[in-house]
C-alpha cells in the first residue's frame, strides 16, 4: 500500500495540474544534507614553497612581509569510517598561493609569490546504503557498453570557506636540504603548481617562510534523494521591466544611486569605555 500511494505522487495524474490550480505535491530527485558542522581552524608555521625568482629576491632582502592570500583549490576526499556504520571520513587539503613584498637595498621593494598546502580532518555522518545508477546518454550507442559509466548514490561532501586570514609571518634559518615541516611537493597538483607560472623550489637550502593561517569553514555530507514537495506551477511575473536610464545624462544616473550612508557610519554602535565607582566615572583614576 505504501508503494502504491507514494508512486501515485510521482506520475503525472498526482503532480500539477489545472483542476488544482496549478499545485500539487511532485516528487523531486535533489542532493539531501544529512549532516553538517563549522569550525574555525587555526594552522601554525605552515611551510610556504617559493618560486626560483622568490628564492633570489629572500636571500637578498632585509625585510619580509605576507602581503595577500588566495584559496586556489581544496581537495575534498570521502572514507568510510571502519566499524561505524554510516559514518564517513573528510580530508580536506587546502592550497593557498601567497604574495609577498620584500625589502631591498636602496630603499626598494619587490614582490614575489609562495604556495603552501594546509591538510584538515573531520568526521560526519552520510547514511547508509548504496545502489548502482544508470541514466540514457544520447552519445552512447546499443552496442556501445565501454563508454556507459554507472553511478551510485554514495554520499557527497561540500566544503565551503572563506579566504584564509594571515595570523603571523616568520623566516626560518633551515639549511638543510629536507622539507623541514609541511606537505610533500610531490603531493602538489600539478595545476595548482602552473597557477604560479614558474616553477616552485623543492631543494632549497637558503631561508623559508612559515605562516600561520586563520582559516573558518562550513562542511557538509549531501545524499541523492527523492523527496515529495509541495509545489506550485510556474507563472509569469506580474512586475514590468523598467528601461535602462539615460545614459548621454550621466548626472541624472548618479542622482538614482542611494547615498552609500553605511560607508560612512564605521562603526554600528559606540564602544562603552567600562568605569569605576571611585573614579567619578570620567575615566581617570584618582
Known amino acids: 500500500m505504501q508503494e502504491n500511494r507514494n508512486a501515485s505522487f510521482c506520475n503525472p495524474q498526482g503532480g500539477l495540474n489545472a483542476q488544482n490550480g496549478g499545485s ?150 633551515c639549511n638543510c636540504p629536507c622539507p623541514c615541516g609541511g606537505v610533500e611537493y610531490s603531493d602538489i597538483p600539478d595545476g595548482v603548481r602552473n597557477c604560479l607560472g614558474e616553477e616552485l623550489v623543492t631543494n632549497s637550502t637558503g631561508p623559508r617562510i612559515l605562516i600561520s593561517f586563520g582559516i573558518f569553514s562550513v562542511i557538509r555530507m549531501e545524499r541523492p534523494a527523492q523527496l515529495l514537495v509541495h509545489a506550485t506551477d510556474y507563472s509569469v511575473p506580474d512586475k514590468e521591466c523598467n528601461g535602462s536610464p539615460d545614459n548621454d545624462n550621466p548626472c541624472a544616473l548618479f542622482r538614482t544611486i542611494s547615498f552609500p550612508t553605511a560607508q560612512f557610519r564605521g562603526t554600528a554602535h559606540p564602544i562603552e569605555i567600562p568605569t569605576k565607582s571611585n573614579n567619578g566615572g570620567c575615566g581617570c583614576k584618582n
Open 24 to 173: 500539487g505535491t511532485v516528487c523531486i530527485d535533489t542532493m539531501r544534507v544529512l549532516d553538517s558542522c563549522r569550525d574555525r581552524d587555526c594552522f601554525e608555521d605552515a611551510r610556504v614553497y617559493l618560486t626560483r625568482t622568490g628564492e633570489d629576491i629572500l636571500a637578498c632582502s632585509s625585510n619580509v612581509r605576507a602581503r595577500t592570500a588566495r584559496l586556489l583549490w581544496a581537495y575534498v576526499g570521502v572514507d568510510e569510517v571502519p566499524f561505524n556504520c554510516g559514518f564517513y571520513r573528510i580530508k580536506i587539503r587546502y592550497y593557498i598561493e601567497i604574495e609577498f613584498e620584500a625589502c631591498l637595498a636602496v630603499g626598494r621593494s619587490q614582490c614575489f609569490k609562495g604556495l603552501t598546502a594546509l591538510d584538515k580532518e573531520v568526521i560526519l555522518y552520510g547514511g547508509e546504503g548504496r545502489a548502482i545508477t544508470f541514466t540514457s546518454d544520447t552519445t552512447s550507442g546499443y552496442c556501445d557498453v565501454c563508454n556507459v559509466k554507472a553511478g551510485t548514490n554514495d554520499p557527497v561532501a561540500v566544503v565551503e570557506t572563506v579566504e584564509p586570514i594571515m595570523l603571523g609571518t616568520k623566516v626560518s634559518d
